[in-house]
T-cell receptor, first 115, second 110 residues
Framework: SAVISQKPSRDICQRGTSLTIQCQVD?????MFWYRQQPGQSLTLIAT?????????ESGFVIDKFPISRPNLTFSTLTVSNMSPEDSSIYLC????????????FGSGTRLTVV | QKEVEQNSGPLSVPEGAIASLNCTYS??????FFWYRQYSGKSPELIMF????GDKEDGRFTAQLNKASQYVSLLIRDSQPSDSATYLC??????????FGPGTRLSVLP
């Protein structure tokens, strides 16, 4: 399965600032996914990022708050903009498995604390 | 609204026992079912997937699927303290994104 490098692994940020999270995959993948996992909660999909097109955002998430880039088939970034303490979460990128219908593989996650 | 439900736990079992984790889902069009294990502070790790009704075994893990009852379970035989984690059930309709359950926290007591 794909190996995903995600960074930073953690950060403490001031409210009102922005943080960009990077996700690098060791193979070309069509779709990359960004998830949020709030403390003690399950995974919530933020958006799906396809190379060469605008990201598709889930209900409750908007591009102005979570802009996403997908410049090629192995890389994506998620920016958390104008942060508030409510944005404190773990952010995870993921990709499809090697075969259709296989489960997602997740990056190691970014633990964000906004103070 | 597609829903995946799990008991949040914690589910406590003694070492060596069978741990049984359950998951129900609302969308009858769901076609593939996944179990992820997530250790505290770590990202989810895929441990089992199942597409067809019945049982699927992989080592100490058995996934069971009953589409008529919209029910999928994960059995862990000979539970070990290292199995202590949160187990996430994920369900997918072809062509759509995963829906994750809230997870069940399992504690295996030495």
């Amino acid at each position: 399965s794909a190996v995903i490098s995600q960074k930073p692994s953690r950060d403490i940020c001031q409210r009102g600032t922005s943080l960009t999270i990077q996700c690098q995959v060791d193979s070309q993948v069509t779709m990359m996914f960004w998830y949020r996992q709030q403390p003690g909660q399950s995974l919530t999909l933020i958006a799906t990022a396809n190379q060469g097109s605008e990201a598709t955002y889930e209900s409750g998430f908007v591009i102005d708050k979570f802009p996403i880039s997908r410049p090629n088939l192995t890389f994506s970034t998620l920016t958390v903009s104008n942060m508030s303490p409510e944005d404190s979460s773990i952010y995870l990128c993921s990709v499809e498995g090697d075969r259709l219908l296989y489960g997602y593989t997740f990056g190691s996650g970014t633990r964000l604390t906004v103070v | 609204q597609k829903e995946v439900e799990q008991n949040s736990g914690p589910l406590s079992v003694p070492e060596g026992a069978i741990a049984s984790l359950n998951c129900t889902y609302s969308d009858r069009g769901s076609q593939s079912f996944f179990w992820y294990r997530q250790y505290s502070g770590k990202s989810p790790e895929l441990i089992m997937f199942i597409y067809s009704n019945g049982d699927k075994e992989d080592g100490r893990f058995t996934a069971q699927l009953n589409k008529a009852s919209q029910y999928v379970s994960l059995l862990i035989r000979d539970s070990q303290p290292s199995d202590s984690a949160t187990y996430l059930c994920a369900v997918r309709v072809e062509g759509q994104n995963f829906v994750f359950g809230p997870g069940t926290r399992l504690s295996v007591l030495p």
